[in-house]
């Protein structure tokens, strides 16, 4: 079974920064792309960043400019680091991980972490 375990969030000051990481553990083949989503109070879940295994990234056009994603491949983690926080950036945090194992293709979500920013 695999298990993302994310890091705390916490609280912030806009204009400050947080890093998030999260970590793959389990039975894991192959990693297609890990990244993070993020889901604020009445809204729908909605992408931050993704990197795939070639590193290629993929970012919302709310954080380009502020966050940036990467991976430890040999390690199966991902970070987020957030800089330049903004009010809206609050939101509960999701790791989010697309490959397979050995039953096949799977898609795993950690259990979320909470982001406030303070304004």
């Known amino acids: 079974q695999v298990q993302l375990v994310e890091s705390k969030g916490g609280l912030v000051q806009a204009g400050g920064s947080l890093r998030l990481s999260c970590a793959a553990s389990?039975?894991?083949?192959?990693?297609?792309?890990m990244g993070w989503y993020r889901q604020a109070p009445g809204k729908q879940r909605e992408l931050v960043a993704d990197?795939?295994?070639?590193?290629?990234?993929n970012y919302a056009d709310s954080v380009k400019g502020r966050f940036t994603i990467s991976r430890d491949n040999a390690r199966n983690m991902v970070f987020l680091q957030m800089n330049s926080l903004k009010p809206e950036d609050t939101a509960v945090y999701y790791c989010?991980?697309?490959?397979?194992?050995?039953?096949?293709?799977?898609?795993?979500w950690g259990q979320g972490t909470l982001v406030t920013v303070s304004s």
């Open positions: 990197i795939t295994n070639g590193r290629s990234t």
């Open positions: 989010n991980l697309r490959g397979y194992n050995n039953r096949g293709a799977l898609e795993v």
């Open positions: 389990g039975t894991i083949i192959s990693i297609n792309a």
